[in-house]
């Protein structure tokens, strides 16, 4: 079954259309057309069951993240709140932690964004950086 793309309405703050698509990694909400050259229009998942029951309203909400929750205090380096199709996280470089599904995501802050990060149940993702093999530590330690 092929979904043709579904116009909800049009954006209030820059007047461009905004549809409800069907991608390979499920549904989710585009604003502005696709484009051939320049960087591609915004684009959020959808993780509700219904998607027929989308209203401008909720593609809206969802074309909002991710938000910039400041910059952490160790590196300066920025906290990013993030949705995707499983739900919302926080991310500061290589570590994502999860919001949990009875926390409000209109509530983070940067404060409670550094205490997810501090969880147990947060993720490394993203290639390590490389450590010294054991020979090369020894011969630094010898010249």
């Given at each position: ?31 502005g057309e696709d484009r051939k050259r320049g ?48 739900g919302f996280s926080v991310r500061h470089r ?39 093999r054991a020979e090369e530590a020894e011969e630094?330690?010898?010249?």
């Open positions: 079954m092929c979904f043709q793309p579904k116009l909800i309405g049009f954006s209030p703050d820059s007047n461009e259309k905004i549809f409800l698509k069907n991608g390979p990694y499920g549904f989710y909400v585009q604003l960087s591609p229009p915004k684009r959020a998942s959808i993780e509700a069951k219904d998607v027929e029951s989308i209203t401008l309203d909720n593609a809206m909400e969802m074309l909002r993240y991710p938000i910039t929750l400041g910059e952490h205090p160790d590196d300066k380096q920025p906290v990013v709140l993030k949705h995707s199709k499983f290589r570590t994502i932690a999860p919001v949990p599904k009875s926390m409000d995501p209109k509530k983070i802050t940067l404060e409670v964004g550094l205490k997810l990060l501090l969880r147990k149940d947060v993720k490394q993702c993203g290639r390590p950086k490389n450590k010294p630094a330690m010898w010249l």
